[in-house]
T-cell receptor, first 111, second 113 residues
Framework: DAKTTQPPSMDCAEGRAANLPCNHSTISGNEYVYWYRQIHSQGPQYIIH???NNETNEMASLIITEDRKSSTLILPHATLRDTAVYYCIVRESTSGSRLTFGEGTQLTVNP | ETGVTQTPRHLVMGMTNKKSLKCEQHLGHNAMYWYKQSAKKPLELMFV???????ENNSVPSRFSPECPNSSHLFLHLHTLQPEDSALYLC????????????FGAGTRLSVL
């Protein structure tokens, strides 16, 4: 699985968009980008995933650059409940059981 | 509510105790997982079960003993634990073991005294 790099922490004002970056310069053609988040002392929660096109669901949007070497998770109107560690994971969709969680980005949404 | 329920949520045990963690999923999934999350460390995959068969054991000490009696239930039996085993233990499930979308329970916070 490709290695990912995320900033250790970010702050965002409540009601504003939170843009969380992820670098994955060694991604291969059949690897997807997955995003999870973990609110303090809870289990991780799947958010969204994509291969090359931008994706949107009720939780977030995922923007993947044309060369697929980086991506951005966008929470359009962050709330205090979005404060969590956000993990970017790159792997094939059906390549085995392993999800490799790195350090992630601690997003703090401030009132 | 993720459809994956873990009990108990908190557990304190001595090093000579025997206890069990329970996980139940109501999603009709075929694969279940145990993860360990120690303070300030990334999640570590411990065990993977697919259709009640253990398919992955990531060098976990024998004092941790998993059991999967059916595809909806997963247990982690604990005995003779060490203080460094104190951690958040997370259960997850997925449609099958190859899928990257996993659904996690809220975890059991374990303290070993």
């Amino acid at each position: 699985d490709a290695k990912t790099t995320q900033p250790p922490s970010m702050d965002c004002a409540e009601g504003r968009a939170a843009n969380l970056p992820c670098n994955h310069s060694t991604i291969s053609g059949n690897e997807y980008v997955y995003w999870y988040r973990q609110i303090h002392s809870q289990g991780p929660q799947y958010i969204i995933h994509g291969l090359k096109n931008n994706e949107t669901n009720e939780m977030a949007s995922l923007i993947i650059t044309e060369d697929r070497k980086s991506s951005t998770l966008i929470l359009p109107h962050a709330t205090l409940r979005d404060t969590a560690v956000y993990y970017c994971i790159v792997r094939e969709s059906t390549s085995g059981s392993r999800l490799t969680f790195g350090e992630g980005t601690q997003l703090t949404v401030n009132p | 509510e993720t459809g994956v329920t873990q009990t108990p949520r908190h557990l304190v045990m001595g090093m000579t105790n025997k206890k069990s963690l329970k996980c139940e999923q109501h999603l009709g999934h075929n694969a279940m997982y145990w993860y360990k999350q120690s303070a300030k460390k990334p999640l570590e995959l411990m065990f993977v079960y697919s259709l009640e068969e253990r398919v992955e054991n990531n060098s976990v000490p024998s004092r941790f003993s998993p059991e999967c009696p059916n595809s909806s239930h997963l247990f982690l039996h604990l005995h003779t634990l060490q203080p460094e085993d104190s951690a958040l233990y997370l259960c997850a499930s997925s449609q099958d073991r190859r899928m990257a979308i996993q659904y996690f329970g809220a975890g059991t916070r374990l303290s070993v005294l």
